[in-house]
């Protein structure tokens, strides 16, 4: 095992090591704000502001504690998380098994049509959400998905970035192993998931990553979507903590903190295969 080589300061790496930590404090600072700012009573973020000011006679754990004893206008505030790590974790595993299988298709077989499919995937990437939700509505309304989670999932199950990203990633992969596959009498299906889904762990991981976060921070479907409140994601939960009919900044602070933790997860879990997956996905043409 060769011993790895030792890492030497110079002038440029420093100046480098220096803006990073300054570009990660910046990044950090608002959630460190937020964080001061959930230990403190709502009283004190009026008077002062989102700051970061300690004053321990004034820190405490009632905010939280409001929302864990389900008091008030926080009592539904679990069934969302319910419903958002529901959501979610759905949503993430059919879109990768889909767009995957619709990637690895586009990068890896030879079919009449196939780059006009894929020039239709990118046409799609570049039309604006919005412009296609009414349509969308419409057809929740036909099938009778309002007011479901399916509703809120099935629309945007296979999305073109992920197809995109898959078929970028599955045109570096060697055809060796297909035809090898093949020769040991497996399956279409068998190579895909018994040889090439290890292959692409890297774009699985990226992708988890980004679709886990869009799903968990979606606000706009799930809201045109959810009509009863026993029904509504967090992001829909928290909005309605403030409302005309008053304000609960205790609970939204600090359900908003909470709110973090499994995203948080998600990344630190997959984080190793984040940056391989995007690099790779992102220079193959």
């Known amino acids: ?20 930590v300054i570009l990660a404090a910046l990044m950090l600072f608002p959630l460190y704000a937020l964080f001061m700012a959930s230990l403190k009573p709502a009283t004190e973020l009026f008077r002062y502001g989102l700051n970061v ?7 405490s754990l009632n905010n939280y504690k409001s929302i864990f004893s389900g008091e008030g206008a926080a009592g539904n505030y679990f069934g969302w998380y319910k419903n958002s790590l529901v959501i979610s974790a759905l949503f993430t595993l059919l879109s990768l098994l889909f767009s995957s299988m619709v990637g690895y298709g586009l990068g890896m077989y030879r079919f009449k049509g196939r780059n006009l499919i894929f020039t239709l995937v990118l046409v799609v990437m570049m039309i604006p959400v919005e412009i296609i939700l009414l349509p969308l509505y419409k057809l929740m309304i036909s099938l009778k998905l309002i007011n479901t989670i399916w509703g809120v999932i099935l629309p945007f199950i ?18 060796d192993f297909m035809d090898a596959g093949r020769m040991d009498g497996c399956s279409e299906y068998g190579i895909f998931f018994k040889i090439m889904v290890p292959l692409m762990a890297p ?6 990553i980004l679709q886990a976060m869009n799903s968990w921070n979606n606000f706009l479907w799930p809201l045109i979507v ?6 509504f994601t967090l992001p829909i939960g928290l909005a309605s903590f403030v409302s005309p009919l008053g304000n609960n900044y205790e609970a939204l602070i600090a359900g908003a903190v909470l709110a973090i933790l499994p995203i948080l997860l998600v990344f630190l879990f997959f984080q190793r295969y984040f940056m391989e997956g995007l690099t790779v996905g992102g220079v193959k043409g």
């Open 53 to 59: 000011r300690v004053d321990f006679d004034m820190m």
């Open 203 to 208: 774009a699985f991981g990226a992708i988890t």
């Open 158 to 175: 296979v999305a073109p970035l992920p197809i995109f990203f898959f078929r970028q990633f599955a045109l570096g992969l060697p055809r």
């Open 1 to 20: 095992m060769q011993p790895k080589p030792k890492f030497k300061f110079t002038p440029s790496s420093l100046l480098l090591l220096v803006m990073f």
């Open 226 to 231: 959810l009509r009863t409140t026993e029904q």
